[in-house]
């Protein structure tokens, strides 16, 4: 069996901080082993601001609303 540890790309994304993960698991322990490997030899990228998912969630619904007042 092959193992994916250092040969591909694995991107993770969370909107959660790892030290908000135990509420997800439910297990302290499972969330510091998978804490843990998912963090060594990586790059862990803290980014902050606005989500442009909901941003465009929005505008998107705005338009449907506009669109149902106008008909």
């Given at each position: 069996?092959?193992?994916?540890?250092?040969?591909?790309?694995?991107?993770?994304?969370?909107?959660l901080?790892?030290?908000?993960?135990?509420?997800?698991?439910?297990?302290?322990?499972?969330?510091v082993?998978?804490?843990?490997?998912?963090?060594?030899?990586?790059?862990?990228?803290?980014?902050?601001?606005?989500?442009?998912?909901?941003?465009?969630?929005?505008?998107?619904?705005?338009?449907?609303?506009?669109?149902?007042?106008?008909?």
């Amino acid at each position: 069996m092959l193992l994916r540890a250092g040969r591909k790309l694995m991107i993770i994304t969370s909107n959660l901080s790892f030290t908000d993960w135990k509420e997800g698991f439910h297990v302290p322990l499972l969330t510091v082993v998978l804490t843990d490997r998912f963090t060594h030899k990586s790059y862990v990228l803290n980014m902050s601001g606005s989500s442009y998912r909901i941003q465009k969630t929005k505008e998107g619904l705005e338009l449907q609303h506009r669109q149902a007042v106008q008909n």
